[in-house]
Protein backbone atom coordinates (compact mmCIF):
# COMPACT_ATOMS: atom_id res chain seq x y z
CA UNK A 1 0.00 0.00 0.00
CA UNK A 2 2.79 2.72 0.85
CA UNK A 3 4.61 1.24 -2.37
CA UNK A 4 1.64 1.94 -4.39
CA UNK A 5 0.85 5.85 -2.64
CA UNK A 6 4.40 6.82 -3.47
CA UNK A 7 3.78 5.70 -7.42
CA UNK A 8 1.05 7.33 -7.52
CA UNK A 9 2.48 10.38 -6.25
CA UNK A 10 5.23 10.85 -8.34
CA UNK A 11 4.96 13.43 -10.91
CA UNK A 12 5.94 12.82 -15.03
CA UNK A 13 9.43 14.66 -14.84
CA UNK A 14 9.97 12.98 -11.49
CA UNK A 15 9.41 9.92 -12.97
CA UNK A 16 11.71 10.40 -15.88
CA UNK A 17 14.28 11.43 -13.69
CA UNK A 18 14.40 8.44 -11.51
CA UNK A 19 14.21 6.48 -14.67
CA UNK A 20 17.38 7.82 -16.45
CA UNK A 21 18.85 8.14 -12.54
CA UNK A 22 22.51 6.22 -12.18
CA UNK A 23 23.31 5.25 -8.59
CA UNK A 24 26.63 3.91 -9.72
CA UNK A 25 27.77 8.07 -10.33
CA UNK A 26 28.39 8.35 -6.12
CA UNK A 27 30.70 5.81 -4.06
CA UNK A 28 28.33 4.50 -1.68
CA UNK A 29 29.71 3.00 1.72
CA UNK A 30 28.42 -0.29 2.81
CA UNK A 31 26.15 -0.48 5.77
CA UNK A 32 26.05 -2.73 9.00
CA UNK A 33 24.45 -3.17 12.57
CA UNK A 34 26.32 -4.33 15.74
CA UNK A 35 24.39 -4.35 18.91
CA UNK A 36 25.85 -3.91 22.04
CA UNK A 37 23.63 -6.62 24.53
CA UNK A 38 23.91 -5.78 27.69
CA UNK A 39 23.51 -7.34 31.46
CA UNK A 40 23.62 -6.88 34.87
CA UNK A 41 25.90 -10.27 36.17
CA UNK A 42 26.78 -10.56 39.91
CA UNK A 43 28.18 -7.21 40.63
CA UNK A 44 29.44 -6.26 36.89
CA UNK A 45 27.97 -5.09 33.57
CA UNK A 46 28.40 -8.40 30.58
CA UNK A 47 27.55 -8.70 27.74
CA UNK A 48 27.48 -11.00 24.95
CA UNK A 49 30.37 -11.38 21.84
CA UNK A 50 31.05 -13.58 19.00
CA UNK A 51 34.36 -14.49 17.85
CA UNK A 52 35.22 -13.69 13.96
CA UNK A 53 36.33 -16.23 11.82
CA UNK A 54 37.29 -14.66 8.78
CA UNK A 55 39.73 -11.93 8.14
CA UNK A 56 39.96 -9.02 9.18
CA UNK A 57 40.34 -9.30 13.20
CA UNK A 58 40.05 -13.27 12.62
CA UNK A 59 39.92 -14.62 16.25
CA UNK A 60 38.92 -11.51 17.88
CA UNK A 61 36.00 -11.00 19.88
CA UNK A 62 33.38 -8.86 18.22
CA UNK A 63 29.46 -7.48 18.74
CA UNK A 64 26.72 -9.43 17.04
CA UNK A 65 26.24 -7.53 13.88
CA UNK A 66 25.94 -7.91 10.24
CA UNK A 67 24.87 -6.39 6.77
CA UNK A 68 22.15 -4.46 6.19
CA UNK A 69 19.65 -6.21 3.41
CA UNK A 70 18.19 -4.39 0.81
CA UNK A 71 15.00 -5.10 1.95
CA UNK A 72 14.78 -5.06 5.76
CA UNK A 73 15.19 -1.53 7.58
CA UNK A 74 17.63 -0.95 10.28
CA UNK A 75 15.33 -2.09 13.18
CA UNK A 76 15.04 -5.27 11.32
CA UNK A 77 18.03 -5.63 10.81
CA UNK A 78 19.03 -5.33 14.28
CA UNK A 79 16.41 -7.77 15.39
CA UNK A 80 17.30 -10.38 12.73
CA UNK A 81 21.26 -10.12 14.38
CA UNK A 82 19.97 -10.75 17.64
CA UNK A 83 17.76 -13.47 16.80
CA UNK A 84 20.21 -15.42 14.20
CA UNK A 85 23.69 -15.27 16.65
CA UNK A 86 22.38 -15.29 19.77
CA UNK A 87 18.49 -16.90 19.29
CA UNK A 88 17.14 -13.34 21.27
CA UNK A 89 13.35 -12.46 20.47
CA UNK A 90 11.51 -9.27 21.93
CA UNK A 91 13.97 -7.88 24.26
CA UNK A 92 14.63 -4.05 24.83
CA UNK A 93 16.51 -2.77 21.42
CA UNK A 94 17.13 0.90 21.03
CA UNK A 95 19.46 2.76 18.30
CA UNK A 96 22.55 4.21 19.86
CA UNK A 97 25.06 5.63 17.69
CA UNK A 98 26.36 5.67 13.79
CA UNK A 99 30.27 4.91 13.61
CA UNK A 100 31.73 5.75 10.32
CA UNK A 101 35.31 6.67 10.57
CA UNK A 102 36.34 6.06 6.92
CA UNK A 103 39.33 3.59 8.09
CA UNK A 104 37.14 1.76 10.92
CA UNK A 105 37.15 -1.69 8.35
CA UNK A 106 39.98 -2.47 6.56
CA UNK A 107 37.88 -4.03 3.89
CA UNK A 108 36.41 -0.88 2.94
CA UNK A 109 34.09 2.17 3.86
CA UNK A 110 31.67 0.50 6.15
CA UNK A 111 29.41 2.61 8.40
CA UNK A 112 27.65 1.06 10.68
CA UNK A 113 24.64 2.02 12.99
CA UNK A 114 24.67 0.68 16.54
CA UNK A 115 22.62 -0.67 18.90
CA UNK A 116 22.21 -1.63 22.72
CA UNK A 117 19.55 -4.49 23.72
CA UNK A 118 18.91 -4.76 27.40
CA UNK A 119 18.03 -8.33 28.86
CA UNK A 120 17.65 -10.13 32.63
CA UNK A 121 20.17 -12.20 33.45
CA UNK A 122 18.28 -15.19 33.40
CA UNK A 123 17.13 -14.88 29.92
CA UNK A 124 20.99 -14.21 29.46
CA UNK A 125 22.29 -16.99 30.83
CA UNK A 126 19.21 -19.49 29.11
CA UNK A 127 21.16 -18.93 25.34
CA UNK A 128 21.93 -22.13 23.55
CA UNK A 129 25.82 -22.09 23.71
CA UNK A 130 25.62 -25.41 21.86
CA UNK A 131 23.63 -23.14 18.92
CA UNK A 132 24.58 -19.88 19.26
CA UNK A 133 28.42 -19.93 19.28
CA UNK A 134 28.37 -16.73 21.49
CA UNK A 135 31.09 -15.64 24.38
CA UNK A 136 30.06 -14.33 27.62
CA UNK A 137 32.04 -11.56 28.16
CA UNK A 138 32.56 -9.24 31.80
CA UNK A 139 32.61 -5.57 30.65
CA UNK A 140 35.56 -3.56 32.82
CA UNK A 141 34.70 0.50 32.68
CA UNK A 142 37.86 2.32 33.12
CA UNK A 143 36.45 5.56 33.41
CA UNK A 144 33.90 7.15 35.92
CA UNK A 145 29.93 8.53 35.41
CA UNK A 146 29.53 9.85 31.69
CA UNK A 147 33.47 10.71 31.15
CA UNK A 148 32.85 7.84 27.95
CA UNK A 149 35.57 5.78 25.99
CA UNK A 150 36.49 2.21 25.22
CA UNK A 151 35.71 -0.53 27.55
CA UNK A 152 37.91 -3.78 28.52
CA UNK A 153 36.34 -7.00 27.72
CA UNK A 154 37.10 -9.54 30.34
CA UNK A 155 36.28 -13.72 29.86
CA UNK A 156 34.44 -15.59 32.64
CA UNK A 157 37.59 -16.94 33.83
CA UNK A 158 38.95 -12.99 33.95
CA UNK A 159 41.53 -12.96 30.67
CA UNK A 160 41.30 -9.78 28.59
CA UNK A 161 39.34 -10.09 25.27
CA UNK A 162 40.83 -8.44 22.23
CA UNK A 163 37.81 -6.89 20.82
CA UNK A 164 37.56 -6.21 16.57
CA UNK A 165 37.43 -2.88 14.85
CA UNK A 166 36.08 -0.33 17.23
CA UNK A 167 33.93 -2.53 19.12
CA UNK A 168 35.69 -1.48 22.62
CA UNK A 169 34.43 2.09 21.37
CA UNK A 170 30.97 1.11 20.63
CA UNK A 171 30.48 -0.83 24.34
CA UNK A 172 31.41 2.24 25.85
CA UNK A 173 29.28 4.25 24.37
CA UNK A 174 26.55 2.08 25.36
CA UNK A 175 27.90 1.85 28.95
CA UNK A 176 27.70 5.78 28.85
CA UNK A 177 24.27 6.09 27.00
CA UNK A 178 23.03 3.75 29.37
CA UNK A 179 23.99 5.53 32.69
CA UNK A 180 23.12 8.56 31.19
CA UNK A 181 19.53 8.02 30.95
CA UNK A 182 18.94 5.39 33.54
CA UNK A 183 17.52 8.23 36.20
CA UNK A 184 14.72 9.54 34.06
CA UNK A 185 13.92 7.03 32.27
CA UNK A 186 12.62 3.64 33.01
CA UNK A 187 15.51 1.10 31.10
CA UNK A 188 16.30 0.17 34.42
CA UNK A 189 13.69 -1.86 34.64
CA UNK A 190 14.46 -3.96 31.40
CA UNK A 191 18.21 -5.33 33.13
CA UNK A 192 15.35 -7.34 35.80
CA UNK A 193 12.99 -10.53 35.63
CA UNK A 194 9.39 -9.50 35.30
CA UNK A 195 9.38 -9.62 39.24
CA UNK A 196 11.98 -7.90 41.72
CA UNK A 197 12.86 -6.66 44.87
CA UNK A 198 14.00 -3.42 45.65
CA UNK A 199 17.53 -4.92 46.47
CA UNK A 200 17.53 -5.93 43.13
CA UNK A 201 16.27 -2.27 41.61
CA UNK A 202 18.76 -0.79 43.66
CA UNK A 203 21.53 -3.73 42.77
CA UNK A 204 21.04 -2.91 39.15
CA UNK A 205 20.81 0.70 39.25
CA UNK A 206 24.90 0.34 41.34
CA UNK A 207 26.13 -2.25 39.40
CA UNK A 208 25.22 0.34 36.20
CA UNK A 209 26.35 3.51 37.76
CA UNK A 210 29.86 1.95 38.85
CA UNK A 211 29.21 3.52 42.07
CA UNK A 212 27.15 2.99 45.67
CA UNK A 213 23.62 4.44 46.42
CA UNK A 214 21.66 5.51 49.77
CA UNK A 215 19.31 2.82 50.35
CA UNK A 216 16.64 4.59 51.88
CA UNK A 217 16.76 7.52 49.71
CA UNK A 218 16.90 5.21 47.12
CA UNK A 219 14.01 2.97 48.31
CA UNK A 220 11.81 6.65 48.78
CA UNK A 221 12.57 7.32 45.19
CA UNK A 222 11.64 4.27 43.87
CA UNK A 223 8.60 3.67 45.98
CA UNK A 224 6.88 7.31 44.87
CA UNK A 225 7.36 6.28 41.26
CA UNK A 226 4.57 6.22 39.33
CA UNK A 227 6.33 3.10 36.85
CA UNK A 228 6.55 0.70 40.11
CA UNK A 229 4.03 -1.15 41.25
CA UNK A 230 3.25 -3.82 43.61
CA UNK A 231 2.79 -7.25 43.35
CA UNK A 232 1.45 -8.25 46.33
CA UNK A 233 3.97 -11.04 46.40
CA UNK A 234 6.62 -12.10 48.54
CA UNK A 235 9.96 -13.84 47.32
CA UNK A 236 10.02 -18.06 47.93
CA UNK A 237 12.63 -20.41 49.07
CA UNK A 238 14.95 -17.65 50.62
CA UNK A 239 16.78 -18.05 53.65
CA UNK A 240 15.98 -14.50 54.95
CA UNK A 241 13.26 -12.50 55.88
CA UNK A 242 11.12 -13.18 52.12
CA UNK A 243 11.00 -9.31 50.72
CA UNK A 244 8.69 -8.07 48.65
CA UNK A 245 8.17 -8.54 44.59
CA UNK A 246 7.58 -5.32 42.38
CA UNK A 247 7.01 -5.09 38.41
CA UNK A 248 7.25 -2.53 35.89
CA UNK A 249 4.20 -1.47 34.89
CA UNK A 250 5.00 -0.21 31.08
CA UNK A 251 7.92 -2.79 30.36
CA UNK A 252 8.00 -2.38 26.49
CA UNK A 253 10.25 -4.01 23.84
CA UNK A 254 11.47 -4.04 19.87
Known amino acids: MRD ?30 DVALIRVSDDALGTLLVTREEHPDKGKAALPGGFVRMSESL ?9 EKAGLEGVFLEQLYTFG ?21 RRFDAIDRATHAV ?10 GETGG ?12 ELAFD ?12 RGKLDYTPIGFQLLPDRFTLR ?16 DSFRRRMLAS ?16 PAALYRFGRRSAV
Open 75 to 83: DEAAQRVLR
Open 167 to 178: HADILGMAVKRI
Open 200 to 215: QLQHVHETVLGRPLNK
Open 150 to 161: PIDALTEGGGSL
Open 101 to 121: APDRDPRTRIVTVTYFALVDG
Open 4 to 33: AYKMATITDPEREFLAAYDPTVYERPSLTV
Open 226 to 241: TELEATGERQRDVDHR
Open 135 to 144: VPARIEVPWE
